[in-house]
């Protein structure tokens, strides 16, 4: 679902790009905060399995509600394509999404602890091939996906309009979820169920409370010193719980460098996919979706997990190479930045084929010459003058408004001028004709400033023949074209070649057009019909996008290596450090930093105010770096836990201590019998 989200943001609630992107993260940090709420109630109230199939639905419907919400005939009572009431559209949304978030979140946390619950203390081994092949289960699901959910937002239906099928690319979701729902419930009797174990984030909460209230009463000099300021807190909490909260604190520290990680990694679904929107996505036969280009990171996953956990770690295990999961997230978090280093470089390639719009007090002229003579234009009062030959254009020429008052045209023998009053930030193309009697000097206004979304083309006609045509590309009439007047543009997709007919004296005339790129716009002109073949031109108003799109492929392939080994090692990680009853707690802690890494991305985004998108690469790669070198000096004091046999311990203490209780009641009891 998130592969097409910040596109039906954009295309469908007609958002800009900021607030697209500001929507996206900002869901994205929803859905990982909410997994403390799934962790509370699974290790508190329901247990796991409760827990995962009671937020399972939830989930199901926020999604059902989401593809209810992309329905355009919802509200489209004038059956015009668009939707009347777009904050109807955009309430259900939202509804959707939080329904989604706290559904999918709340399940985050148990899913992976549920499955880690599963082995006995001494399967480790065989636990740890659990969480890769668990991850590889997820990139599994994500890979057909990303795969999928384009290709059904592709699609066009609706019942009065055809529009981009958002509702089949939610609705196939919520369906596939019900279904997986009734598997997982139908597996029940063979799952081992760990009871819950009582409010125990409760408990953390008051015994740091107290132990800091207690340190705070006990501030003095004349109070002797603790080992850990926690050992405050016994007093009044038991040792156990002083010792579970130590390990659970100790490791979240160590999460407190880890968001930054995930304020790069996500933008994959944001900032990546819309920089494919501006590429090139002709594959030969397979023409590529801009959020399709996503599923080069599952696929990846899919084929380095095994990879680097059957031969990789092996092999720095051979060259004696002590690889701890903390090096691993270190070189994860450094490999992170160098991907968003080739997403800079790719951008800058990006940049230089982009088109420069005109910006306040200025406006753009483009010639372009219907004539069998060649063409002279001085733009006055001496500003700059263009030659122009038959049947060619030129490119778009910067003026400042102000300064442009008139245009002369010469051509043949015969000349001509025009004043001019033209639009600040506007477009313009000047046709000019020399016939046999004058000179035909038009300008048409272009209405056009950005490059098309989607990798779509802009199309136009303009009439060069005396008589009145009917012209029609592909499905898509133009109507009714008089003797050199222009059509507007209408959007085309990329990567397709298009029958142009055009009907003149009731007589067709037909040629297929040359293959159309990505993002670009042309004006075709009509020029002649010979016995049933069109003869066409094109004026290339708007470049195609030249960078492909497989130039992004090294930035995914970079950014996977660094999730394999960091996102596989932090949740195994947070399992084996994470005391028996806290399991879900510190999986939840671990999915946290995943939504403050969102968080910052709206924070950088917003504040660092940059207007060239590959210096905001280059800025989240720095911010990155600086983080991951915090992290290693972090790491390197990271001292490492078994859970299992420090509870042991405690269990023996506890023994013993019940014992000598023992001991101790039965010798006053003998005592007070004497």
């Known amino acids: 679902m998130r592969a097409v989200l910040v596109l039906y943001f954009k295309y469908f609630l007609q958002w800009d790009d900021n607030l697209s992107t500001a929507i996206y993260h900002t869901f994205v940090a929803l ?56 904050s109807v559209h955009i309430a259900l949304s939202m509804t959707g999404l939080i329904l989604i978030a706290l559904g999918t979140g709340g399940i985050k946390p148990c899913v992976s602890a549920f499955g880690g619950d599963q082995f006995e203390d001494d399967q480790e081994k065989q636990r740890t091939r659990f969480f890769s092949i668990f991850y590889l289960s997820i990139n599994a699901g994500s890979l057909l996906s990303t795969i999928i959910t384009p290709i059904l937002r592709a699609q066009e239906c609706g019942i009065h309009s055809k529009q981009r099928c958002y509702p089949l690319a939610f609705g196939v979701p919520a369906a596939l979820m019900a279904v997986a729902l009734v598997v997982f419930i139908i597996g029940s009797r063979m799952y081992k169920k760990v009871q819950p174990q009582g409010n125990i984030m409760t408990q953390v909460a ?83 979706q801009p959020d399709q280009m996503q599923t080069v990171n599952p696929i990846l996953i899919i084929l380095m997990v095994p990879v680097v956990d059957g031969l990789v770690y092996p092999l720095i295990k051979k060259c004696k190479i002590n690889f701890t999961p903390l090096r691993k997230i270190t070189v994860g978090m450094f490999l992170a930045s160098l991907a968003f280093v080739a997403a800079a470089l790719v951008q800058v390639q990006i940049d230089k084929t982009l088109p420069v719009f005109p910006a306040a007090g200025q406006s753009q002229i483009k010639v372009i010459n219907l004539g069998t003579d060649n063409a002279t234009v001085w733009f006055e009062p001496q500003i700059q003058s263009v030659n122009v030959t038959s049947m060619e254009s030129t490119a778009y020429m910067t003026f400042e408004t102000s300064q442009l008052l008139s245009f002369k045209v010469t051509s043949g023998n015969k000349t001509t001028t025009q004043l001019t009053k033209l639009s600040e930030e506007s477009r313009y193309t000047l046709r000019v004709k020399n016939n ?28 060069n023949l005396p008589d009145t045509i009917n012209i029609t590309m592909g499905d898509t009439s133009f109507g009714t074209l008089a003797s050199l007047s222009a059509s507007n543009y209408n959007l085309f997709p990329g990567g397709r070649e298009y029958k142009i007919t055009a009907i003149i004296n009731s007589m067709p005339c037909s040629v297929t057009s040359k293959a159309l790129g990505f993002g670009s716009a042309y004006t075709i002109v009509i020029n002649k019909c010979s016995g049933e073949s069109l003869d066409v031109t094109y004026s290339e108003d708007i470049p195609p996008n030249t960078v492909h799109m497989a130039w992004q492929i090294p930035q995914y392939f970079i950014l996977t290596c660094a999730e394999v080994v960091f996102s596989v090692t932090g949740l195994e990680f947070s399992y084996s450090q994470a005391p028996s009853n806290m ?27 940059l207007s060239e998108q590959w210096a905001e690469y280059v800025l989240f790669a720095a911010l990155l770096l600086a983080v991951c070198i915090i992290f290693a000096v972090m790491a390197y004091f990271y001292t490492y836990i078994d859970p299992n046999e420090i509870e042991a311990q405690l269990d023996e203490e506890e023994k013993q201590v019940k014992k000598d209780q023992d001991i101790y009641e039965k010798q006053v009891e003998a005592d007070s019998h004497m």
């Open 436 to 463: 046999a009697t004058d000179i035909v000097a038009e300008l048409l206004f272009d209405n056009v400033t950005s490059k098309p979304e989607e990798g779509n083309n802009l199309i136009r006609f303009i009439n």
């Open 583 to 609: 399991k879900a707690v510190l999986q939840a802690g671990w999915l946290l930093t995943v939504a403050v890494g969102n968080i910052i991305v709206l924070i950088v985004a917003g504040a660092s105010k």
């Open 31 to 86: 859905c990982y905060l909410t997994p403390i709420l799934g962790a509370l109630i699974a290790d508190s109230w329901l247990g796991k399995f409760k827990t995962i199939v009671s937020l399972s639905i939830v989930y199901t419907i926020g999604q059902a509600v989401m593809s209810v919400s992309s329905i355009n005939d919802l509200t489209d009572h004038n059956r015009d394509g668009s939707p009347d009431n777009v």
């Open 206 to 288: 008051k015994c740091i409370g107290f132990a800091i209230k207690n340190r705070f009463r006990h501030r003095s000099k004349e109070f002797p010193k603790r080992e850990h300021w926690l050992d405050w807190a016994s007093e009044k909490y038991d040792k156990r719980l002083i010792a579970q909260t130590k390990m659970v604190l100790k490791v979240l520290f160590l999460y407190i460098p880890l968001p930054m990680f995930w304020a790069l990694f996500d933008q994959q679904g944001s900032r990546w996919t819309l920089q494919a929107t501006t590429m090139d996505g002709n594959f030969g036969a397979i023409q590529i």
